[in-house]
C-alpha cells in the first residue's frame, strides 16, 4: 500500500469516529507497508486524557510487535500530533510521521495545544500548573540501584 492509500484509511478511521460520536482523529502504524495498529481518539468514550489514537495505536502497535521499539514503523495520523503524542512518538521510536491537518487547522476547531506550546518552553517556575521538587536525594537512590543492574533493559 503506498502513502496515500494508507492516510485515506487514516483520514476513514477518523471520519467514523466522529460520526460515531466521537473527535477527529485517526493513526495506523505500518511496518514494512502491513497495518500493525490503527486506533481513533478515544479521550471522551473512555474518560482517559491519554486515549489519544496515535497513543492507542502504540500502544497496540507494541503489543503487536511485542517490542516498545518500533522502530522500522511509520505513523500515518489525521492530525499534525498534539505534544503528548509526538512525545510517544519520539519515544517509541518510530521513523516517520504522515499527517493530514495540521496543528492550525486543529485549533481552529477547538483542538488548541498552542497553549501546551507555549508551557513546555517555559521554566518551572514560570509554568500555569505549579511544579515543586519533593526528596530528590532519597528519589536518586532509584537512578543508583538503575545504574548498578547489570540486567537493565536500556531504552
Not at 1 to 28: C, Q, W
Request: proline share 3%.
Amino acid at each position: 500500500m503506498n502513502h496515500d492509500v494508507l492516510m485515506k484509511k487514516t483520514i476513514e478511521l477518523s471520519i467514523k469516529n466522529t460520526e460515531n460520536g466521537g473527535s477527529p482523529f485517526g493513526a495506523v502504524i505500518t511496518k514494512n507497508g502491513k497495518i500493525i495498529s490503527k486506533s481513533v481518539n478515544r479521550v471522551t468514550k473512555d474518560n482517559d486524557p491519554t486515549a489519544h489514537a496515535e497513543i492507542l495505536a502504540i500502544r497496540e502497535a507494541a503489543k503487536q510487535l511485542k517490542t516498545f521499539d518500533l522502530s522500522g514503523c511509520t505513523i500515518y495520523c489525521s492530525c499534525e500530533p498534539c505534544p503528548m503524542c509526538f512525545g510517544a512518538i519520539y519515544w517509541a521510536r518510530i521513523d516517520k510521521i504522515f499527517y493530514a491537518c495540521n496543528r492550525y487547522d486543529a485549533n481552529n476547531h477547538g483542538f488548541d495545544d498552542e497553549h501546551l506550546y507555549k508551557e513546555i518552553k517555559l521554566p518551572t517556575g514560570q509554568r500555569e500548573i505549579s511544579f515543586s521538587q519533593l526528596l530528590r536525594k532519597e528519589a536518586m537512590e532509584a537512578f543508583k540501584k538503575w545504574d548498578e543492574n547489570d540486567e537493565k533493559i536500556v531504552y
